[in-house]
């Protein structure tokens, strides 16, 4: 007890000494201030106060905040626009004066975020009021990028800074909906009906190329073919003339008469008539004087070609 009474003053002032002592967490900045005025800003780790005359005002984070907003807004052609978008953004620095704005500016974080979500719905109904209704869906990144340009001085003033504004979701009213999805299904069928016609169109056309060239194949086989017959036929008909000249030339050198030889060649067209006519009935006059009659046309044929032979060797002597 002694001991105590002796050394008083020195409890007091290990007392008054821990009473200084306040420690801030990492990712906050303390405010001081003393008699209600502005005095300094603590750093995160163990910091030293003036017992009872300073005190920690505010601790402010530096650290990223996010919030999320639903809010609608109305385009030129009167169409309501909902937006869900999500807000990102954080002190701009760790500097005192920095600190200062943010502490002083606003009197609560709830009017800090009340102020900002007004701003940044204000300001993208501004944009949304000059644009029609068809346009919108396409417009995400012109909306945050307007929003950016319009409010990052204004931020800078109060301390903060918009990292990254996220449209998650546009929608319209019930009605608009519908039609824009009738829209799409008939431009899905259009299309749809554009790929069909073209495929067919395709599809007869090369059909059509196919049976052209078929045709063309075929009509030069044709053509092939009537030829090569032509030159059998000819080359037929040149052994059988050879053939009859070389028989008559024998039967003069006999002194036999040739008209037998186109006797023969009648009676052997009339067996193969008989032979491959198929059951078909071919009248033919048998008398004598008919086939003397087609005897002597037989033989006026022989010396027309003799006499068109013999022509034509004169010409080439």
């Known amino acids: 007890m002694d001991l105590l009474a002796s050394y008083w003053y020195v409890i007091i002032i290990i007392l008054f000494l821990f009473a200084g002592l306040k420690t801030i967490n990492q990712g906050f900045v303390g405010v001081v201030t003393m008699f209600g005025s502005y005095r300094r800003v603590l750093r995160p780790g163990l910091n030293f106060l003036i017992p009872f005359l300073e005190q920690i005002n505010r601790k402010v984070s530096i650290q ?11 385009t030129a052609d009167q169409a309501n626009v909902y937006f869900k978008s999500m807000l990102l953004y954080a002190v701009q620095n760790a500097d005192e004066e920095t600190i200062k704005k943010v502490a002083f500016k606003f009197l609560s974080e709830r009017d800090l975020m009340q102020a900002l979500t007004r701003t940044i719905e204000g300001t993208i109904r501004s944009f949304v009021a000059t644009k029609r209704q068809a346009e919108i869906l396409g417009l995400r990144k012109e909306i945050v990028e307007y929003v950016k340009e319009q409010i990052d001085h204004l931020l800078e003033e109060w301390g903060y ?6 449209i998650n979701d546009i929608t319209f009213d019930k009605a608009i909906m519908d ?21 067919l169109l395709i599809t ?10 078929s045709i063309k194949i075929a009509a030069e086989a044709e053509r092939v073919a009537a030829q ?40 052997e067209a009339i067996k193969n008539f008989a032979e491959v006519g198929k059951g ?38």
Do not use: C, P, Y
């Not at 259009?190 to 790929?195: F, L, S």
């Open 280 to 317: 078909n009935v071919i009248f033919l006059d048998g008398s004598s004087e008919s086939m003397q009659r087609n005897m002597q046309q037989i033989m006026a044929m022989m010396q027309q070609q003799q006499t068109n032979k013999g022509g034509q060797n004169l010409s080439q002597n």
């Open 64 to 74: 990223n905040r996010s919030v999320e907003m639903e809010f609608q807004a109305v």
């Open 228 to 267: 090569l017959r032509g030159q059998g036929v000819a080359l037929f008909r040149e052994e059988v003339a050879r053939g009859m000249s070389q028989a008559a030339e024998q039967m003069k050198q006999a002194n036999l008469d040739t008209n037998v030889i186109l006797f023969s060649m009648w009676t």
């Open 161 to 166: 800074h918009l990292l990254d504004l996220q």
């Open 179 to 199: 039609s824009m999805s009738r829209v799409v299904a008939s431009n899905n069928l259009k299309a749809a009906a554009e790929n069909e016609g073209q495929a």
């Open 204 to 213: 007869k056309t090369k059909s059509a190329e196919a049976e052209g060239n």
